[in-house]
């Protein structure tokens, strides 16, 4: 199996996931099959091809600028896993 | 016999005749369900209460009146937990209702319970489940197929009528044709994905799994149709899907994909597929051989495209605003880190780590991007090909259940059992699974109907004709 | 050697829109925490974004404005990071197809600070090329507790608009005029209430400095979050001193983001570490492409305002004003549109301007709104101050009794007994009496200390109860003097 060097620490860090070093080695593994298995996509001639994003007649679906119902304080709070006094605890962001 | 065995269809009659009342549907479905589940494990949560509440108060008079329907965990409800069977969404209460859960609530439809699924749909076994596997319902060592594969489980077993599932690469129509019922698969846009925990945003739709194609037609009528709240969701009303079920398919165009049928494929599987389309002869369609020849790119297409977009929906449960956070952390980072460690199960943590790689500066262009164009030439190749007929018939998928166990720690082979269903997400189109034989040892065979975009009238028309000609509907999981 | 400072801005500018940028959420600031979400805001699961079109028409507008090249398709991206003010992880924002692109701003010497105005690079009318002008999503408001942070999720979602300039900047100075010229023409445009208190304009600043004259550009550092314009003046003053410092005494700048500690007067390195700017950009496969070409467009172009620079000429053009009148009249637009429809009463728009200019702005703080007078009275006391029939302090006077009571200044100034004496006969006895009573000033005077008149003008006013024409008094009590 070729390396292709997947740095998955970084990778990790950037999605916020805490793997273990065994974790690491796994699913680096694993990433490299698949990654070596999606170069198949090279075969395909893709040039000229310009992505739109849309379907016909899905254009420019705005909302006109309404206010709506939402949730109460008490709804928007319910799930938090620690609040006080209206607001959503989280350890503390450093600046 | 109990009403737990009926269709949406005969159970509307039954009641409407008043042979039977909305509490004792409920009341069978929860006999069932406690006789059966300790078996399969196709619920991750009930709320018996709540459904005989609502089957008291149920308006017959409703097209749904009094038809109890059970919904894939990734749905929101309101007042309900949706843990998309991961452990990261403990805890979550759903303040909303979803878009499909407003509908089947005004098409007076009671909630039953919510069916198990790969976490955040991620998978073809319903093995990666914080909750425990879900076994199929024919054989119990084997996988109910996935992610939806509480809902077909469930409703091949009749411990629910009809269910809501979630396909993003074929997980209705698998899970459908490893249980031995009819899955839809619509197409994208037709049904509101407000509400739907996200998996992948641009493949993802809801779609029924049930024990007959009318009924398919029939809940897929009550959930479809223009929402202000997804500017993806088509903008016109959704037409009457049942219209052409009865029509005949005589001198109809079906095209078989020549790709379709290679290597890799089991002998039953292929046996009974061939046997659909010579039945589909006699019915009078014409069947042409079709190509679609960037089939063998799909999977590495979707691969990418959908653990990209996964990797950002799933980034919002980081255990700040809801569901669970790791204890006994001060610091930030530590505390996202230990939470989506904890929260997030290995197939979860390995597609959010492609997804994100594949987004990372200097590889974007080279496989996110890559993807998205071949995405195009596979969409291509269906527009061709629907130039010569009007819906294409292949197998669901290229074997019947396997044993639990079997992939879990291969996660290329688990991905390449997708092969037939995942084309059909990345082009946007309809399709649908239905069962068309058993195997030797008893398992359901999948037959795939797949439509043109917004054509979901012409495949539920194909698979009605079909239906309506077998008997492979009526068998029964040997559960008692 | 000397430095030069380089000084790229990125500005964030809140918009005025009743709701939020994807849901129906009240944009609006000072609620109860927590109080102004929905499942789109608060990034719940299965929740998704449907665009505001008044968002979008006013970046279009502020493009139109700021004569932008407006994109006939863009599209938005999301923009990954983790932070626990942004409620999905990643924010809605506009990569490689924003709204407008290109566009300038020239910067009037006005617009700098009052100590610089007369600076040659204020008189300079310096033009600052624009990169971009994109629309995104705002983030929540973190609250730093002790051991724990808490977050108010209101301002998450609301619409943002990020205006991004070439660094085309030198100095501090230039910056502050760039975001004086920008807010005036934001309020122009009604696209941003541009209000410093709420956070309406929150700017990051990119800078580095290089030997002066060089081509290549120093390391930069980037001050994140300012938020006011004087605050953004301080900072880069005090980032260039420290950057030239360091470069000077054979230092290197290093590549950090910096926040600036306004109470300290310093830059500080930020401490949150840095994800190495990997944003992981893609499509938002939640939301449609907007095509501008048509109705979005149309409704922009509609509302475009005339621009203070436009306004300013204008008024100097009809009216005669001079350039600073117009200027400051133009900075208010309500007031300016005020002095046009007065300035149709009266014969001299000039002494109008001062009048409301010196006068009434004088009297502003404690004065009703000027909404509430006639513009016709107000043209009519410009005629009465211009025709001489009131000076300048009656003009006040009447305007302050004007500004409470609906009677016309005629009606005032007589009920008050307010007319400047300018009849030669009245005039004349009260200057003969003033020169018989002040034999003292009057030899002085004629001893040549000319400075003595002023005790007889003082005479003659005091005598008049103030009524009379000073000008006059001046030229008659010359004439009688040398009469004698
Ligand atoms: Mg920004
Ligand atoms: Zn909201």
């Not at chain 2, 879990?408 to 269903?421: K, R, S, V, W």
Request: charged share 25%; net charge negative; with cysteine.
């Amino acid at each position: 199996m070729p390396t292709l060097g997947i740095d998955v620490a970084y990778v990790a860090d950037l999605a916020r996931l805490r793997l273990s070093p065994e974790e690491i080695e796994t699913f680096g593994n694993q990433l490299e099959q698949v990654l070596a298995y999606v170069k198949k996509l090279e075969e395909v001639d893709i040039r000229e091809i310009v992505l739109i994003g849309e379907e016909k007649g899905f254009q420019n679906r705005l909302r006109s600028d309404c206010p709506l119902p939402g949730l109460s304080q008490k709804e928007a709070l319910q799930n938090a896993p620690q609040q006080a006094s209206g607001l959503f605890l989280v350890p503390r962001i450093l600046e | 016999m109990s009403c737990a065995f009926s269709t949406i269809q005969e159970l509307r009659k039954q009641l409407l005749a008043k042979e039977v009342h909305p509490t004792e549907v409920v009341e069978s479905l929860l006999d069932r369900i406690s006789s059966v589940d300790p078996k399969l494990k196709a619920y991750n949560y009930l709320h018996p209460e709540r459904a005989l509440e609502s089957a008291k108060k149920a308006d017959l008079s409703l097209p749904l009146g009094g038809v109890p329907i059970a919904i894939k965990d990734v749905i929101n409800v309101r007042g309900e937990p949706c843990t998309c069977s991961s452990r990261i969404l403990e805890g979550y209460i759903a303040p909303y209702d979803a878009t499909v859960i407003e509908r089947l609530r005004a098409a007076g439809a009671i909630l039953l319970g919510r069916t198990n699924m790969d976490e955040f749909a991620m998978g073809s076994s319903t093995e990666n489940s914080a909750w425990g596997v879900t076994r199929n319902p024919w054989d119990l060592s084997r996988v109910p197929g996935g992610s939806s594969g509480g809902s077909a489980a469930a409703v091949a077993a009749h411990e629910a009528i009809a269910a809501l599932g979630t396909d993003t690469g074929g997980s209705i129509r698998q899970p459908a044709a490893f249980c031995g019922c009819v899955g839809l698969k619509p197409t994208y846009g037709r049904v509101s994905r407000y509400g739907l925990t996200a998996f992948a945003s641009s493949l993802d739709q809801i779609g029924p799994l049930t024990k007959s194609i009318a009924d398919a037609a029939l809940l897929l009528e009550m959930i479809a149709g223009q929402d202000p709240r997804d500017n993806t969701c088509a903008p016109e009303h959704a037409p009457s899907f049942s219209k052409k079920l009865g029509e005949e398919i005589r001198g109809m165009t079906l095209g078989v994909p020549k790709e379709y049928f290679v290597s890799g494929i089991d002998p039953e599987v292929e046996a009974a597929t061939r046997k659909a389309i010579s039945h589909f002869e006699e019915l009078g369609a014409i069947i042409r051989e079709i190509s679609l020849p960037h089939t063998s790119y799909s999977i590495a297409s979707y691969y990418l495209v959908a653990t990209a977009e996964a990797s950002a929906n799933l980034a919002r449960f980081d255990g700040m605003r809801y569901g669970r956070r790791a204890s006994g952390c001060d610091d930030l980072l530590e505390t996202y880190g230990r939470t989506r460690d904890e929260g997030f199960g290995r197939e979860v943590k390995r597609r959010i780590l492609l997804g994100t790689y594949a987004l990372s500066s200097g590889y974007y262009d080279a496989y996110y991007l890559r993807a998205q164009k071949v995405r195009v030439r596979i969409r291509e190749d269906f527009l061709a090909a629907f130039r010569d007929c009007q819906a294409i018939v292949t197998p669901t998928s290229p074997t019947p259940a396997f044993c639990l166990g079997e992939r879990t720690e291969d996660p290329l082979q688990m991905y390449l059992a997708d092969i037939f269903t995942i084309a059909v997400n990345l082009a946007g189109l309809c399709a649908l699974s239905l069962p068309c034989g058993f195997t030797r040892s008893g398992l359901p065979i999948g037959l795939q109907i797949i439509g043109p975009m917004w054509k979901e009238e012409t495949i539920l028309q194909v698979g009605y004709a079909y239906e309506q000609s077998t008997d492979w509907h009526t068998r029964r999981p040997p559960l008692e | 050697m000397t430095y030069e400072a380089v000084i790229g801005l990125e500005v964030h500018v809140q918009l005025k829109t009743q709701t939020k940028l994807f849901c129906g959420c009240r944009n609006e600031f000072g609620a109860e925490p927590n109080s102004h979400l929905c499942p789109v805001c608060l990034g719940l699961p299965g929740a998704l974004p449907v665009p505001n079109e008044e968002a979008v028409i006013k970046t279009i507008l502020t493009g139109l404005m700021l004569g932008s090249t407006i994109a006939p398709r863009a599209k938005f991206d999301r923009k990954n990071y983790f932070y626990p003010d942004m409620p999905k992880n990643y924010q809605i924002s506009q990569y490689d197809q924003p709204l407008c692109q290109g566009g300038s701003l020239t910067l009037p010497s006005l617009s700098f600070p009052k100590d610089a105005q007369k600076e040659p690079q204020a008189l300079a009318n310096k033009k600052v090329r624009l990169v971009r002008i994109h629309l995104e999503e705002d983030v929540g408001k973190s609250f730093h507790l002790e051991s724990r942070s808490g977050i108010d999720f209101n301002r998450a979602g609301t619409p943002l608009m990020e205006i991004v300039t070439e660094p085309d900047l030198t100095t501090p100075e230039e910056a502050f005029a760039l975001l004086t010229t920008l807010r005036e023409i934001l309020r122009y445009g009604n696209v941003s209430d541009v209000d410093m208190e709420k956070g309406q304009l929150r700017c990051d600043v990119n800078i580095s400095v290089r030997p002066a004259g060089a081509r290549d550009f120093g390391t930069k550092r980037e001050i994140k979050n300012l938020n006011s314009i004087s605050a953004v003046r301080r900072a880069l003053k005090y980032e260039i001193e420290s950057q030239i410092e360091l470069v000077s005494s054979g230092g290197t700048v290093v590549q950090q983001t910096m926040r600036w500690d306004d109470a300290r007067g310093e830059t500080i390195p930020m401490r949150t570490k840095e994800q190495a700017h990997d944003y992981r950009y893609f499509p938002d496969p939640d939301l449609l492409p907007i095509h501008t070409d048509g109705r979005l467009r149309t409704e922009a172009e509609g509302r475009m305002p005339e621009l203070p620079e436009q306004k300013k000429n204008r008024l100097c053009r009809t009216y005669g004003l001079s350039e600073y009148q117009a200027s400051v009249l133009a900075s208010d637009p309500p007031l300016a549109d005020y002095f046009e429809s007065a300035a149709r009463s009266t014969r001299n728009p000039i002494t109008l301007a001062n009048l409301i200019l010196n006068d009434y702005l004088a009297l502003r703080q404690e004065a009703p709104e000027l909404a509430t007078v006639s513009p016709e009275y107000f043209g009519e006391l410009a005629d009465l101050v211009s025709d001489s029939r009131l000076n300048s302090r009656q003009g006040r006077e009447v305007l302050a009794i004007l500004l409470r009571t609906p009677k016309s200044p005629k009606e005032i100034a007589e009920e008050r007994g307010l007319a400047q004496i300018s009849d030669r006969q009245a005039l004349e006895a009260f200057c003969r009496e003033a020169i018989a009573a002040n034999p003292k000033s009057v030899a002085d005077y004629k001893a040549g200390k000319a400075a003595a008149i002023n005790a007889l003008k003082g005479f003659v006013m005091k005598k008049s109860r103030g009524q009379a024409n000073p000008q006059r008094i001046h030229e008659l009590l010359e004439a009688l003097l040398r009469e004698r």
